[in-house]
């Protein structure tokens, strides 16, 4: 069974920076797509980024193109947001989500995943 656990949350300054981590157990992420998500206080759960396997694929929304990273570290089995000139409509709580993928590139920022991390918190203060 894969487990995912979300850390590198906090409180930031608008214009500061975070870095959020999707560790993963059980089971080595190659062919897996990630996902990372958010939800905020009243609001539906959006998608932000994906990953596809063997990073053939990154996808970002709209709202974070420009400003976010994703990324990979196949040796520490981990998946990182990068998340750069936070603004405070970024403060919400962040899931990182897997679904298996095989060889093919499929990403995806709708809710088809099927194993989810916990959430971290990422508050920014204006």
């Known amino acids: 069974q894969l487990q995912l656990v979300e850390s590198g949350g906090g409180l930031v300054q608008s214009g500061g920076s975070l870095r959020l981590s999707c560790a993963a157990s059980?089971?080595?992420?190659?062919?897996?797509?990630i996902g990372w998500f958010r939800q905020a206080p009243g609001k539906e759960r959006e998608g932000v980024s994906c990953?596809?396997?063997?990073?053939?694929?990154?996808y970002y929304s709209d709202s974070v193109k420009g400003r976010f990273t994703i990324s990979r570290d196949n040796a520490k089995n981990t998946v990182y947001l990068q998340m750069n000139s936070l603004k405070p409509e970024d403060t919400a709580v962040y899931y990182c989500?897997?679904?298996?993928?095989?060889?093919?590139?499929?990403?995806?920022?709708?809710?088809?995943?099927?194993?989810w991390g916990q959430g971290t918190q990422v508050t920014v203060s204006s």
């Open positions: 059980g089971r080595t992420l190659d062919g897996y797509a």
């Open positions: 989500a897997a679904m298996w993928v095989g060889t093919t590139w499929h990403c995806s920022t709708q809710d088809e995943y099927d194993y």
């Open positions: 990953l596809s396997n063997s990073d053939g694929v990154r």
